[in-house]
């Protein structure tokens, strides 16, 4: 197990089969960061995956955690993540720092990409913190394909911000502003000007992502996108009388309650849904809405794939009718 210290373990693979993972190497990438990189305990080939993309970590104590995938996406036998300690979490991070050992066994899910980046010119990265870790892979990708891109890397301190070294390559398309230094991310001076030809990606704490949308609010639309780590505030649900959901794999319809989710109320009849968040972050309960119109209330979609309404999250997600018809 590594202790804090700056280093890198690294393990033989073993045989151990399934959805399960071995860490294979655990680094300090900057204080309270630390890289995880993980592959099948039989070396074999992973399940490929695009920028923004995450999978879902169970830990030895039941712990299932989201993380953004951060290394290389042309290799197949290797994912790497990183895991910020988490001050006021719920422990999974703790347990990754202070537990997990290269050799440790974790199983995992996915991966799935909720923040999925689209073909574009031009792309404005915009990272607070542990936030660069999903726009890692998509910095790589736009300098793959020659688009024109820059990244504005907030964070805490500059030793707090995590893959400094391999970003110094990209020289001045990557704009550092450690708040210790250099204040907030200007977020006004860069996006003043609309851009029809350049989508923003921006992921990190709450407050920059509140910030970024009242930034782009004059921007045309759908050219913001953003992923969360933590549910948003949300106002009172549409309504607060019970509903009827159909499940229409099996025909049942079931009465939704005001205190009780469509996933759990799914569920107490029999029915089968993945969850992991339980909190409209992760994307794992996604639900294809076949009939009536959802009460969005996950922290995922778009305005335009809200406005479609042809997909809910059961988790957290209400009814905006009387009736809602799912393919569950
Ligand atoms: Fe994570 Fe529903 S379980 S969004």
Known sequence: MLDGTRGREEADVGDAQGDQLVVTAKEVAADGVVTLELARPDGGRLPDWAPGAHIDVTLAHGATRQYSLCGDRWDAHSYRVGVLREVDGRGGSAYVHDELAVRDVVTFGGPRNDFAMVPSPRYLFVAGGIGITPLLPMVHQADLVGADWALLYGGRSRSSMAFLDELARHGDRVHLH?????????????????????????????????????????????????????????????????????????????????????????????????????????????????????DHRDSILADHERAAGDCMFPCVSRSCTDRLVLDL
């Open 178 to 294: 450690p708040q210790d230094e250099a204040g907030l991310l200007p977020l006004a001076a860069w996006l003043r000007e609309p851009r029809e030809d350049t989508v923003v990606y921006c992921c990190g704490p709450g407050p920059l992502l509140d910030a970024i949308a009242d930034a782009t609010t004059h921007w045309p639309p759908h050219r913001l996108r953003t992923e969360r780590f933590a549910a948003a505030e949300l106002g009172a649900p549409v309504r607060d009388e019970p509903f009827e959901v159909e499940l229409a794999r099996t025909g049942t319809t079931i009465t939704v309650p005001p205190q009780l989710s469509v996933l759990a109320a799914a569920r107490s009849v029999g029915a089968t849904a993945l969850s992991s968040c339980e909190q409209g972050v992760c994307g794992t309960c996604e639900t294809s809405v076949l009939a009536g119109v959802p």
